[in-house]
């Protein structure tokens, strides 16, 4: 690794929903290749940040660098095509469609069908359960098969950075493995990782850098090892003295 | 039967002339006669009442250009019924207000009916276009037809039937609104009489586009003949789909099957039909032909009965002020009545006419088969004396 | 009795392939922007009278054919989604809604008063077939194989091609359209765009039955509305199987039934199918939230 | 709202009969016709506009009742029912369909609700021109007497507006009142307003219902104003029209009908010089109008004159 | 502070309610007595809300029951509920925008006056004009009375949507995130209010709340809820320190 500048910088961005201020100047850097982790209790601004940064939000002030340029107000199709994938809390499916479909529209922006074709092959490899349902209806999946849909439709477009969020909300624990099985799969072959997790234990366990925002701020950031061990954390998320029993 | 070739040449010959001659503007001197024109101008009866108000315009110009009615200037205001009934009691009612020599208008009957109180208060003539049989039957002695009405077009039809066509079993297809259902009240009753057999009797919706269940319908029925009561474009519709769906049996109908519009929308499906009309603009007079070419060089689109009503309207408001000798507006009603108008002194009446007693009138009419998109007569009735 | 009934099965569809082309509009329209148009019918009526204008010229129909096709994109697509539907839709459905049944009244109007309220004959095909009791006119034939091959290649066009699939993903759902990259706004246009044609296909295909007049939109308009609604109002497919039934339903209404009702089989279908089953035949139940 | 803004409104109200009442020992018998008219319009409208722009549920059945009232006062008084009898019946009587139609706003709301009620309107007209042992069919019935007393142009006037004032004011109080304040709630939230406890199936029903029974009291007018009735100026046109009446003057706004009526009926008379084109005309304004205040004439007027408070 | 033999006003037995195959409320009982203020906490996704709308009859609950001072209201209507004297406010903000401050408050009591028929020929405002303007005070909205709700501030409108649901004295309020948005300063005296609404009016309060500081300074007794199963049920700070609970908030 020798490129050792961040993938992804935000600086002092600003931004909410109408009047509605919830980024206060947040800050921090993505590492290239590695799994970064933002936490923070609900309502610190962390899923608003993630569509700050895709471009569905308009960023008042601040900037946003991808690999060294301002995105700030780019739309999602350039930032697709500068190989960011964005996969959002919750279900983002075309669920009357077919498993295959749903993969093949991952890429429907950047190439014909038939160019899509071998990376929705090289999905379905990847992941085998999804193979098997490629006919079904997106909709007749569970749960964790469906957040692996989405995932696996990110990467059709080859990103070099993955901006996911909440990605075990409403998975079984073991489903929840699986999919972090797969980040640090995706890691491991240079991809960068944005994931914002309420689990934050496991979350951790799986990243190489963390960050806690608290009221649209950066509180704390540093490696997963370090915000683990922080006492601070979970004041921030109980509390009182919850930290001192932990 | 002898409808008099001379004078129908001379009428026309005289009208060719005014219509010639009409650029010098005559110089009036006594106070002009105002007549109020309401007509369906907007709304469904549009394409009815704009030809009905345009015939009344083109008469008033043509009687301006030779002098007027005894030196009085004619002037036209429009009013648009909206082909609704409230509006066109609220435009009656503006005419009135301006009080008008006559009223000539509307043509939906439904209008009509919700006026002739009006100018029957107002003791004003209304001369109106509606065909429907109960129009005059409601002993309102201000309100008068230009044309036939249903009671008398639709006998010679049935005759037609029974005697020349030999027809038993007759399907018949009519437009559910009040001109569609007062015809095919008038002909069930009267083929009764005659004997003839209904085995279809099919309503249909005013602006109905699809006619192929009713035409299969008919086809089931198997009639020897079809009685078509529609408007011209319903009834070119009809003629389509029912050439398009292969019937051939003899088809006779009213006044608008063998319209102009209606031979000009169904093409070479009209061919054959036989209809019965008061005066139609196929009828191959001089006088007739003389007044669609000039109507068509006026206003850019054929004339149908409804233009030539409007243009006799007025021509009846010149002959009964001429009969009192003075403009009386009250009067003019009493001197319609009875009145006998021929063409040789009110050459716009293209037809001798006699004005009932009821306010219907009968200016004859004629027998047409269409024959390679031309109306050709088969039959003239003479008006009764 | 067979054949009466495999010959009202075969009109009926005819008439039925019209109702979709111009029902498969109104869904798209549904679809994409939340368009309830109550000018669709009239939308059918301007091409004929652009085709009518340029055979005026002297021109075959051919040539008015392509020419009407440009106008109607221009006008039913662009003109009406920039000027009308975009500056309305900051407002709400309801508005827009509104909005469109006063459309409706300028067009027809404006129509009458270019046109004049006369109806108008249009080139079409003559005779047919016999096929021993059925009979096929062409007219009906060209119409039935016309709307197939459109849809077909509509449906082709969607589901085969990439921009296709990027107008399915926004129509099933605009923001994960435009989280994939799809430009979301560009999408609505084309289905815009594709309305204006098909509404041109059917100009062309049923004007010479219908004629040509200012107010035919009106029964168009409604009739393709409940077979919009009947099929599924968000379905392309629905409205294919809704414009089919609707137009075998009142074929065989209009012969069996009480003629002077015939008018309000559509309007009864429409009713049971809003009360008992309002995703329609074919459609998927919109998602309400709590 | 505040008390006098709503002592206002209805002022304003109650003062434009006054003035129409007025300036009719100005006009000529087709002014008369023309206000008398006028106060038809605004009742029916006033009735859609409670539906509507109160209660927020799209009616396009407005004409049907207004028929219904009509054929109602057209059939009975010739059989000896007074006139005030025969329209209390009809507007009792589209009370009560309103009632039943308001079953599918229960199910179904928005543009689906438009269809259905669109739908109905057509049932209606055809009920209207088909059976003719009822009510004459397509020839209609003629020579509707006006009631004793009110017989000229100007006594009837003075009764329709009689009547208008008694339906403005029956409307204001209504309004102002905790149902009006339910009906808004229903346009406003649905199920915030479920969750205070207001019954919605009955207050929706309750909209509809007294919507429709003033179209009912509209209808009864009419029939004697124009003293002919058939079934066509009752069809989806006149519904439609209606409801451009309500939102050109300003949906959910008191004193909308009045002004949207109003333009109704001069509009055509002002627009004259067009001619033919006033229709087109008409319809563009909407759209313009629809574009930039959808909240109509008095809504624009409103958002020029005062900082916008509540809505009457 | 709440004796054990008060009595119990709500109570949830075995609510289950299924999406599918997602098992979100997934056997849940408990019980709340009068006058309590009871806390439900829990990580995002974990079934608190679906718990919320089957108290509240805006879901069927798939099994179980749900009991108002000991009668099953299970599937009953929100209207009916509401009648009843349960109260909601909803995450999102949920008040009337464009009637006037006063109007959403005398809406927010006026079916609980009298007959349908009697308010229409009573007094326009129900009779409620008093405690409206009582509860303008309690919420300091006086000087907003006359104002359409969609004018309000955020905050502004929170309180509203807070004193809506108190406007028709009821028995039982489940508030659904009533801090979330609302500013610190706004806040304090808005916990004060509450608090002043339990103690006055003896209002028994649930409240599902994501600001802590506000739910363990304001609850009596606070649950837990994860996976939708409660996993620890008692007072603020012993929850707050319930290992079980930490690990359900961190992960594990």
Known sequence: MTDRSPVLELQSVVGG???????????????????????????????????????????????????????????????????VTYVPQGRNLFTELSVRENLELGGVALGSAAAMRPLVEAALDRFPILRQKARDQASTLSGGQQKLLEIARGLIAEPRLILIDEPSIGLSPLMVKEVFATLTGLRDQGVSILMVEQNARSALAISDHAIVLESGRTRLAGTAQEILNDPRVARLFLGGDAGDAA | MRLSATRLALG????????????????????????????????????????????????IDDVNAKGG?????????????????????????????????????????????????????????????????????????????????????????????????KAKRIAMIWVNDDYGKGGR?????????????????????????????????????????????????????????????????????????????????????ANGVVGFSGLATGAPMPAVQNFVQRFQAEFHVHPDHNAIKGYMAVWMVKAATEKMGKPDATGLAAALHGLMIEPASQPGILLPMHVLANGDVDNGGFMVVVKDGQQHIIRIMKPSM | MAALLAQLLLTGLATGAIYALVAIGFSLLWQGSQVVNFAQGDFVTLPAFVMLGVMGYGLPLWVAMPVALLVSLLVLGVLFRRVLVQPMLRHGVMPLVIATMALSIFMENAMKNVASAEAYPFPGLSGGIDLGPLFLDWQSAVTLLSAVLAVLALHLFLSRTRTG??????????????????????????????NAALVTLAAVLISPAYLVKFNNGEAIGLTAFCAAIIGGFNQVRGAVAGGLLLGVTETFAATFGPDQYRAAVPMVLLIVFVLFRPQGLLGRREERRV | MSHARHAAVLGAALAALVLA?????????????????????????????????????????????????????????????????????????????????????????????????????????????????????????????????????????????????????????????????????????????????VDVRAYTLLAFAIGAALGGVAGALYAPLVQYIEPSPFSLDFSLALLLMVVVGGSGLFLGPFLGALVAVLLPEWLRFLQDYYLVIYAALVIVLLALCPEGLIGLAERHLFRRKGRA | MIGPDAPTVLEARDLVRSFGAVRAVDGISFAVREGE?????????????????????????????????????????????????????????????????????????????????????????????????????????????????????????????????????????????????????????????????NTEAGATFVVIEHNMEFVMSLCTRVICIAQGKIIANGAPAAVRADPAVIEAYLGD
């Open chain 5, 37 to 197: 203020i009871l806390g439900v906490i829990g990580p995002n996704g974990s079934g608190k809300s679906t718990l919320f709308n089957c108290l509240l009859g805006q879901l069927l609950p798939s099994a179980g029951q749900v009991l108002l001072d000991g009668r099953d209201v299970t599937g009953m209507r929100p209207a009916a509920l509401n009648r009843l004297g349960v109260s909601r406010t909803f995450q999102l903000l949920q008040v009337f925008p464009q009637l006037s401050v006063r109007d959403n408050l005398i809406l927010a009591g006026q079916e609980h006056v009298g007959s349908r028929i009697a308010r229409l020929f009573g007094s326009p405002d129900a009779g409620l004009g008093a405690a409206a303007d009582r509860m303008l005070g309690l919420f300091r909205l006086e000087a907003l009375a006359a104002e359409m709700a969609a004018s309000l501030s955020y905050g502004q409108q929170k309180l509203l949507d807070a004193a809506i649901a108190f406007m028709a004295g009821p028995r039982l309020v489940l508030l659904d995130e009533p801090a979330g948005g609302v500013n610190p300063t706004l806040l304090a005296g808005f916990r004060e209010r509450l608090r002043a609404m």
């Open chain 3, 165 to 194: 699939r990027a107008i399915q993903a926004t129509a099933q759902n605009p923001a994960v359209a435009r989280l994939l990259g799809i430009n979301v706004d560009r999408m609505i246009l084309i289905t815009f765009l594709i």
């Open chain 2, 69 to 165: 009615v005894l030196g009085h200037k004619l002037v036209a205001t429009d009013y648009d019924t909206q082909t609704n009934p409230s509006v066109s009691r609220a435009v009656i009612q503006k005419a009135l207000d301006g009080h008008p020599y006559a009223v000539l208008g509307p043509v939906y009957s439904g209008s009509v009916k919700v006026d002739e109180e009006l100018t029957k208060a107002a003791h004003i003539t209304e001369i109106m276009g509606g065909e429907a049989g109960d129009l005059t039957t409601l002993g309102d002695a201000y309100v008068f037809r230009t044309g036939l009405g249903q009671a008398q077009t639709i006998p010679p039809v049935v005759e037609y039937m029974a005697h020349d066509l």
């Open chain 2, 185 to 269: 009240d008038a002909f069930l009753a009267d083929a009764k009489k005659a004997g003839l057999n209904v085995v279809a009797d099919l309503s249909s919706e005013v602006g109905q586009v699809n006619f192929q269940a009713d035409v299969l319908r008919l086809r089931a029925s198997h009639p020897d003949a079809v009685f078509i009561y529609l408007h011209e474009e319903e009834a070119a519709r009809f003629l389509k789909g029912a050439r398009q769906m292969g019937v051939a049996v003899p088809m006779v109908g009213g006044t608008t099957v063998i319209d102009s519009q209606t031979m000009k929308l169904a093409g070479s499906a």
């Open chain 1, 17 to 83: 929903y109408g009047r509605m201020t919830i980024l206060n100047g947040c800050s921090f850097a993505v590492a290239r290749g590695a799994i970064t982790t933002v936490i923070g209790p609900n309502g610190a601004g962390k899923s608003t940040c993630f569509k700050a940064i895709f471009g569905l939000l308009a960023v008042r002030e601040g900037r946003i660098l991808l690999e060294g340029q301002d995105v700030r107000g780019a739309s999602p199709a350039a930032l697709i095509a500068r190989g």
């Open chain 4, 21 to 197: 009442g007025l300036v009719s020992f100005a006009l000529q018998p087709y002014g008369i016709y023309l206000l008398s008219l006028w106060a038809v319009y605004t009742i029916a409208a006033t009735g859609l506009n409670l539906t509507l722009g109160y209660a927020g549920q799209v009616s396009l059945a407005q004409a049907a009742f207004v028929g219904i009232g009509a054929y109602t006062t057209a059939l009975l008084m010739p059989h000896g029912v007074p006139f005030g009898v025969s329209l209390m019946l009809g507007a009792l009587g589209c009370f009560v369909l309103g009632l039943g139609l308001g079953f599918p706003a229960l199910r179904v709301q928005g543009h689906y609700l438009a269809f259905v009620t669109l739908a109905l309107t057509t049932l209606a007209f055809l009920v209207m021109r088909n059976e003719t042992w009822l009510t004459g069919g397509i020839g209609g019935i003629s020579n509707i007497r006006r009631p004793a007393g009110f017989a000229s142009g100007r006594g009837y006037e003075f009764l329709c507006l009689g009547v208008l004032a008694c339906v403005t004011l029956l409307a204001w109080w209504l309004l102002r009142s905790p149902w009006g304040r339910a009906f808004m709630a229903l346009r406003e939230n649905p199920m915030r307003a479920a969750s205070l406890g």
């Open chain 2, 12 to 59: 026309s010959g005289l009208l060719a002339l005014i219509a010639a001659a009409s650029p010098a503007r005559a110089d009036f001197t006594a106070p002009d006669l105002q007549i109020a024109v309401p007509a369906e101008l907007s709304g469904s009866g549009a394409s009815v009442g704009v030809l009905w108000r345009d015939g009344v315009h083109m008469a």
